[in-house]
Nanobody, 125 residues
């Protein structure tokens, strides 16, 4: 049974930083591309970042490019999201997910099959 468990969220002031973690179990983690999405109240879940199985290829939403960094440690079955220069509009529940197949269509939440429960990030102004 695949499980994805996020942690690291919290309340932070604008301009601050947080690092989210997602620990995976029940799968051969190093075989899969992994992504982060976020969902604010009343809004659709949106793509944030994706990383390939080896950690050498990444893609970001324009809204976070230059501020967020996705990385992974296959020995620890963990994917990370380092978030710097946080803004109030970054406030959301952040979810990690397993990408189906290649990085094609990485921005489409329908191309991910397993999701974590999410960790809440709140950025105050």
């Amino acid at each position: 049974q695949v499980q994805l468990v996020e942690s690291g969220g919290g309340l932070v002031q604008a301009g601050g930083s947080l690092r989210l973690s997602c620990v995976a179990s029940g799968l051969t983690f190093g075989n899969h591309n992994m992504g982060w999405f976020r969902q604010a109240p009343g809004k659709e879940r949106e793509f944030v970042a994706v990383i390939d199985w080896s950690g050498t290829s990444t893609q970001y939403a324009d809204s976070v490019k230059g501020r967020f960094t996705i990385s992974r440690d296959n020995a620890k079955n963990t994917v990370y999201l380092q978030m710097n220069s946080l803004k109030p509009e970054d406030t959301a529940a952040y979810h990690c997910a397993r990408k189906i197949g290649s990085l094609y269509d990485y921005y489409n939440r329908g191309s991910y099959d397993y999701w974590g429960q999410g960790t809440q990030v709140t950025v105050s102004s």
